[in-house]
């Protein structure tokens, strides 16, 4: 059986189309038995494929003329929804023409067209942006909700876990330690909402995650845990902290290189150290934000990456779909309330 | 007329006596007009006065026994507040017998001790934590909540701006700009609370400050803004992911230049750049964290920092009370409230 093919919003993002079409190829190049829907401006995503052979026979062009705005608000582009490239990306993975969608477009409007399209999975009662980030060690870090609800109860929080441990154990093949972000690790540290997640997830031992407990945010990236779960506030505050130290941090580091030539000279001969540290730094190398929690899989390609950033993007997609992640979410709900004892058939928590 | 002499919990810090002493002697050196109140052991005192007859003349001891313990519930260590090391420099302070306190104990603990012997400010509702960081241009940044308050109102945020432009305004030397923590800059973002903070800056327009809307926390160490304000816990999520990152980039940093001989070679050939980099980088250069909006000074030093750190941290309690920081903040507020046409004498806005 052929697999689901990939949705692509290929007008979303500040690069163009030829960004997403490289990107798109470029992951097919990795893996060939992805197929492509590819959504926008057909002579312009024509013009796109004619760099790439490898494309050929793999997609069909939807075209539109409408593209969500970078700024738009949420509301006025769901007005869109049947007519704007993103819209249809989405579209195309509610009616069954494609497993799953990337775009690189608007994050709001993105997010917002997913939920209306493709609605919460039963048993979630919010869909959370999940990321994957480097750590110390070998393995990556996954950190949700980065911005999805920018509040998050208990309840929410017991969920993120559930499908961040999900993700995560298709990342990483094992069964992933899990974390509810805070600012001390003691038990009387934060908000009563984390100290009743942390004791729900504590007693919910039939779960294949290991609940750890809180982390703090400057042990992230310690290769101590695999899942850092927490509301879309204080997640995208801690998220971007990240992403724009490790800016700062290289940013200091150029001009402490460049300040003197005894310095340019050793910057030069030290270059393959610093080339590995851009390596993995480089927020392309992590490109693609899922959205977790909704009847399919939809992908946020960052607007400013580059084609292998895109790729990476369209690969994230590809695995979820391939691992089948949302039926993974849905065993792992089920095990929660059958722990818990709950009846209820639609496999909500009851409280 | 001769300044108010410093407090210093001497047994405060995982790092003991002798770094607290060592710190004050090298904060003297750099000042010569500063007097001390060491609190704590007397003998372990003096033994650790002995390397610096700089000292002599400038400090008294006051003996105790018993210190605050690093793990110890702030409730449980209230209850020793007359007796501790922590608490007696404290109470130094509202007694009149220091104009400054600092500590490197337990944070909590100096807070909870702070609070109920000093008393916030008239006007005040809740003191914060404020700590300087650097910035990708010469000025530092100052950001607070950073966790004496778990939670903020907009009254709160308010405050917090105003105590927070204050000490900038003494860093600085000039006008500073001001912005409220957020997870986007469109004015829809976040919660409501922050809204109602950002209308109520806008309109003050009256005081001695810049306010210029949101700051996403990509953007704190980018020298565009010189407050960041945001409740305690968002600020401490910021500033350990900040932290936490800066020491994660400097780790893989050292990896690389560890990986291989070339590598090696130009580490030390481009020594002078990584040598600014981790000047510029170090926490202890940035040590001293101030309780904003009490009836006094008091100063956190960092539990592992240097004696240069403890230096610093004594120098910003120094600089405080040379700049009557209190009286800035209580001028600050009468404008403000002038602005409002408040008439309540004590000082506090009206709702």
């Known amino acids: 059986m052929s697999l689901p093919r990939i949705a692509v919003d290929a007008m979303g993002g500040d690069e163009g189309v030829r960004v997403m079409i490289d990107g798109a ?57 049947k007519t704007t490239s993103m819209g249809l990306a989405v579209n ?10 990337v775009s690189a477009g608007n994050t709001g409007a993105l997010m917002a067209m997913s939920k209306l399209a493709l609605r919460t999975m039963p048993g979630i009662d919010r869909p959370a942006l999940a990321a994957v980030m480097p750590t110390l060690e070998d393995d990556d870090v996954i950190m949700l909700d980065l911005g999805a609800n920018t509040e998050a109860d208990a ?28 600012i001390g690790t003691e038990e009387n540290k934060g908000f009563d909402r984390l100290r009743e997640a942390a004791a729900e997830l504590q007693n919910a031992t039939g779960l294949d995650m290991q609940f750890d407990g809180y982390v703090e945010s400057d042990k992230i990236n310690r290769g101590e845990v695999d899942v850092v779960v927490t509301d879309g506030f204080s997640g995208n505050i801690a998220l971007k902290a990240i992403e724009g130290t490790a800016r700062f941090v290289t940013d200091l580091l150029r001009n402490a290189f460049t300040s003197s030539l ?53 690969t994230v997609a590809a695995r979820l ?20 004892g709950d009846v209820d058939s639609n496999g909500s928590a009851e409280k």
């Open 155 to 182: 309840r929410n929080l017991v969920q993120f876990a559930i499908m961040g441990a999900a993700y995560s154990r298709i990342i990483l093949g094992r069964k992933p330690r899990v974390r509810l972000l805070n």
């Open 25 to 81: 190829a470029e992951a097919r190049r990795r893996h060939d038995q992805f197929q492509f829907l590819l959504v926008g401006d057909e002579a312009r995503i024509k013009t796109a494929l004619d760099s790439h052979p490898n494309m050929r026979g793999a997609s069909e062009i939807l075209h539109c003329d409408d593209v969500v705005g970078g700024d738009e608000l949420p509301t006025k582009a769901l007005r869109r929804a």
């Open 262 to 314: 005894r310095s340019k000279i050793g910057f030069l001969v030290s270059r393959p150290a610093t080339e590995l540290l851009k390596h993995h730094l480089d927020p392309n190398n992590h490109n693609g934000a899922v959205f977790l929690g909704l009847n399919g899989v939809v992908v946020k390609s960052h607007g400013s990456a580059t084609a292998g950033g895109v790729a990476n993007a369209v």
């Open 92 to 101: 195309a993975v509610k009616i069954g023409d494609a497993g799953a969608a």
């Open 321 to 340: 779909l391939e691992e089948n992640l949302t039926q993974r979410i849905t065993a792992d709900l089920a095990a929660l309330h059958a722990l818990k």
